[in-house]
């Protein structure tokens, strides 16, 4: 008896067999007439080829995912390093894609890009997180130091002063040339002006800019003041975080030419984070988005309509 194998078993099962043996052959296959009929058409129309096996799945499924999305889901992963969550919300704010996390993440596996690229950072916990409720609680400040090419080709260095509500992470952000506490000073009126809500305490590093001078000038606000213990920045650990997002999603696609236009694409920048650009605090939604926002009244500091984060 001939017993039923791959598709060589099946060749030699065809070969030469007229089509009146049918019944015979299917029997020696033990399988059905019908299926043996099946196997023997497609063995005529495209040889031995048409008795390998096949998935059967259709071709061209009706839910299969259309090319120009997944198009949009590999270029995300490709160049931002998103993952699944992320890549649901950007698509759904900026393309009114609807697509799950899952979806994504199995285009990404048959893709091969289930994995990030060696050497992208992974979130670490050092200490026990914590956030506060009422927008205006906590703002933690910092300063990063910013080293551009100037048209010389001299290095430029730029001082880069950055506020976030604990709460709401709504931000602000400004330049200054130089690294001292009246600039420190002048920031932080900026920020008490700029945020529609009463600040009650402002958390800083040890750094030069924020000392005795910066201390009772916050306090003579009527706003606390609070140092976080030396080589500690998990401490302000919201503020260092926007940080590194800046720094892929802004800097780097940055070119400085002067002061003016840096200024200028930052003030762009601080729109975008608050208004536009999705957290992952708030599950897709920005911070003016929030629900711990929607009480909040007063000037906003700039427009609702930021432009997209496309722009840059």
């Known amino acids: ?22 019944d015979h052959v299917a029997a020696c296959l033990a399988v059905e007439r019908a299926s043996f009929d099946r196997w023997r058409a497609a063995y005529q129309q495209h040889g031995v080829a048409g008795l390998e096996n096949r998935k059967t799945i259709p071709k061209n499924p009706a839910n299969r995912t259309a090319l120009e999305i997944v198009e949009k889901v590999l270029h995300l992963r490709r160049t ?69 090419d100037g048209k010389d080709g001299k290095p430029v260095r730029r001082y880069r002063y950055t506020a976030i509500d604990d709460a709401t992470r709504v931000c602000a952000l400004k330049i200054y040339d130089r690294h001292s506490q009246g600039n420190a000073i002048d920031f ?24 005795a001078k910066f201390h ?9 003041h609070v140092d976080i213990k030396p080589a500690s920045p998990q401490l302000n650990g919201k503020v260092e975080r926007s940080h590194r997002t800046e720094e892929k999603a802004f800097y780097q696609r940055l070119t400085y030419t002067d002061d003016v236009d840096l200024g200028a694409k930052l003030a762009e920048w601080e729109c975008i984070s608050s208004f536009s650009r999705t957290h992952g605090a708030f599950n897709g939604k920005a911070p003016y988005e929030a629900p711990k926002s929607t009480a909040m009244t007063g000037t906003l500091g700039c427009l609702i309509s930021a432009p997209s984060l496309q722009s840059f």
């Open 216 to 224: 009772w000038h916050v306090e003579d606000q009527g706003i606390r």
């Open 80 to 148: 931002d390093h998103l993952g699944p969550l992320r890549i649901v919300w950007y698509l759904a704010r900026y393309h009114a894609i609807k697509l799950s996390d899952a979806g994504v993440y199995r285009i990404l596996k048959r893709h091969g890009l289930s994995r990030l690229p060696g050497g992208t950072r992974f979130r670490k916990i050092h200490t026990k997180r914590y956030e506060k409720q009422v927008p205006g609680h906590q703002i933690q400040v910092v300063v990063k130091f910013l080293t551009f």
């Open 188 to 211: 932080i009126d900026t920020v008490i002006a700029r945020v529609p809500f009463r600040i009650r305490e402002v958390r800083t590093d040890n750094g030069r800019e924020f000392q």
């Open 1 to 22: 008896m001939v017993v039923m194998g791959d598709h060589e078993d099946r060749h030699a099962a065809f070969a030469g067999k007229p089509s009146d043996q049918g």
